[in-house]
């Protein structure tokens, strides 16, 4: 009798120890992983910084008209860009485009231009439908960022030099919440009187 | 299962020349779908065709749901994309209650099937909680195709099933199916995002990734239909002891199935009478078709398009035994600059404009 129960109890144990093992395999896959993106981005934002965009032609959804760059930035503010194209992961898209509405609070939303990649001139109509911020689209070309195939933001203060260049993390709001923080903090915290 | 249920597929006996188009399908038809400035699909991400609507689930780009009649007139449009009620954070399937004349949208992240009349009124809201790609109603229960996720609610003597059929309560599990040792990351194997097929009423069809078992879904159970039998290259233990490796990856994976020649099936349609699904081995993809009454299998890597010369035979919906494709209005537009002889209508090629919203064309077989 006291073989079997001790039987059980090594059972029970051998159980609940693969149980342990395979979560804390599923938890270094996904922290290994975390950490090659992170490698990669942080490669990709070292090389972009300071490249200065050429003044490219943009799709506005009004009227089907065109625009240079240049006439966004005209006005000398701080301009927080997010760029994602149709390929781009979703769930990245879709999370920075939540957390950007969010920062429409903090930061003037004239500042805030979304530079979208939609082949199709349908798709990009379809989309700035359901969208309130300023959003243009690029065709034809691809940014000097655009290699990575990933979304990202980066800001423009100075002419038309790209600056904190950022790329969010799949499944990691919180990482993207804290950089728009910190640009708040950064570029308009003595911009008050650009609130809304 | 009995031997009337394994469809065998040997790669080697697949079609070695181009298939003409002509020699499988008795004709196209065309279904133009309405465009105005409020009424612009981005991306057919579901087609949902019904007796008497068509519906389309664009999730990402206008994260809209657009119904049309069977002509492709417009009906109504829904775009409820927020927190509150009646509305959904995540849109990830539509279904159509035909009884009730019911448009249904399930909302992953909320957990909730969001009901709808057919005028895109919010009726009411239900919470179904469990993890899942695909929501399907089947009577008065609900079908789930929850993926590779961790469902710890549908844990069953240490493993997690697949495939669930929720009573009508939507929240008690009478049956359940596909169990798989443990949760895998999206990241590790790849989704074709499979969906059901309504076979009649009563019931759905599905088989689900990673796997060569067809299940059918009844208002009472889930059971095997059919086993997709490759021989020698199915995906079996071996890949899966292969995704529990460290620093496992969808690329990884890839190589591995394609260097031991594994087949994998996916965008599976099932008829009444014909089934279509497409499988992959050592980086070749086959179309196949076949019919459940003459047991025979017709397959082949390329095609010919010796028909409408534009159309591309990639079934994203099959209803009566008429499998459904996507065509980009874009494409056809284009067509015209060139001296092709098409065999689209003249009122469709008179008329399309570059960014129209995309044109349904509608395969219909010859029998075989």
């Known amino acids: 009798m006291l073989l079997l129960v001790l039987n059980i109890v090594i059972l029970i144990k051998h159980k609940e120890n693969?149980?342990?093992?395979?979560?804390?395999?599923?938890?270094?896959?996904?922290?290994?992983?975390?950490?090659?993106m992170l490698k990669q981005q942080g490669a990709f934002q070292q090389a972009a910084e300071a490249v200065v965009l050429p003044d490219m032609e943009l799709k506005s959804p009004k009227d089907n008209s065109r625009i240079k760059l240049s006439s966004l930035l005209k006005d000398g503010h701080p301009k927080l860009f997010f760029r994602f194209r149709e390929t781009d992961c979703d769930a990245c898209v879709q999370h920075s485009l939540d957390l950007i509405k969010e920062a429409a609070n903090r930061i003037p939303g004239e500042d805030i231009i979304i530079l979208s990649g939609y082949k199709n001139v349908r798709q990009f109509y379809a989309y700035t439908k359901t969208q309130k911020l300023s959003t243009y689209n690029i065709e034809d070309q691809s940014l000097p960022l655009d290699t990575q195939e990933q979304p990202y933001f980066f800001i423009i203060a100075d002419h038309a030099r790209i600056q904190n260049v950022f790329v969010p993390l799949k499944g990691d709001k919180g990482y993207t919440a804290d950089y728009l923080s910190m640009m708040k903090n950064k570029y308009w915290h003595l911009h008050q009187h650009h609130s809304h | 299962m009995d031997s009337k249920d394994i469809i065998n597929i040997d790669p080697n006996t697949a079609s070695k020349v181009r298939v003409n188009y002509s020699s499988w399908f008795d004709g196209i038809s065309y279904i133009p779908l309405q465009t105005d400035s409020n009424f612009l699909v981005g991306k057919v991400d579901k087609l949902l065709v019904t007796d008497d609507y068509i519906f389309i689930m664009d999730r990402k780009i206008s994260r809209s749901v657009f119904c049309m009649d069977k002509e492709g007139h417009k009906v109504f449009s829904l775009n409820k994309s927020g927190k509150g009620r009646g509305e959904y954070v995540s849109?990830?399937?539509?279904?159509?209650?035909?009884?009730?004349?019911?448009?249904?949208?399930?909302?992953?992240?909320?957990?909730?099937?969001?009901?709808?009349?057919?005028?895109?009124?919010?009726?009411?809201?239900?919470?179904?909680?469990?993890?899942?790609?695909?929501?399907?109603?089947?009577?008065?229960?609900?079908?789930?195709?929850?993926?590779?996720d961790d469902n710890s609610n549908l844990k069953e003597s240490g493993k997690f099933a697949n495939l669930a059929l929720i009573g009508a309560d939507k929240q008690t599990v009478e049956s359940a199916a596909e169990y798989f040792e443990a949760p895998v990351l999206k990241t590790v194997v790849w989704t074709s995002e499979c969906q059901f097929s309504q076979v009649n009423d009563t019931l759905l069809s599905i088989k689900p990734d990673h796997c060569n078992t067809v299940y059918h879904v009844t208002p009472t159970t889930i059971y095997p239909a059919y086993t997709l039998d490759f021989g020698d290259y199915m995906v079996d233990g071996r890949y899966w002891e292969k995704t529990k490796e460290k620093n496992a990856t969808s690329k990884k994976l890839d190589a591995y199935s394609n260097n031991l020649k594994l087949c994998e099936s996916f965008r599976y349609f099932e008829g009444n009478d014909y089934i279509f699904f497409v499988y992959r081995q050592a980086g070749v993809v086959y179309n196949a078709l076949y019919s459940k009454k003459t047991k025979r299998l017709l397959h082949t890597p390329t095609f010919q398009n010796d028909m409408d010369m534009v159309s591309l035979f990639r079934p994203v919906a099959v209803y009566r035994d008429k499998f459904y494709c996507v065509l980009e209005a874009g494409d056809v537009y284009r067509i015209k600059k060139y001296p092709v002889n098409t065999s689209i209508p003249n009122e469709i090629m008179d008329h399309v404009q570059e960014f129209d919203n995309p044109i349904l064309a509608v395969f219909t077989l010859k029998p075989f």
């Open chain 1, 18 to 36: 693969k149980e342990e093992s395979q979560l804390l395999f599923e938890q270094y896959n996904e922290v290994s992983a975390k950490g090659i």
């Open chain 2, 91 to 148: 849109m990830n399937d539509i279904a159509f209650d035909a009884a009730k004349k019911e448009l249904i949208i399930h909302c992953d992240i909320r957990k909730k099937l969001l009901y709808y009349n057919m005028h895109g009124a919010f009726l009411r809201e239900e919470s179904v909680p469990y993890e899942a790609s695909r929501t399907q109603p089947v009577g008065d229960h609900l079908a789930l195709y929850c993926g590779f």
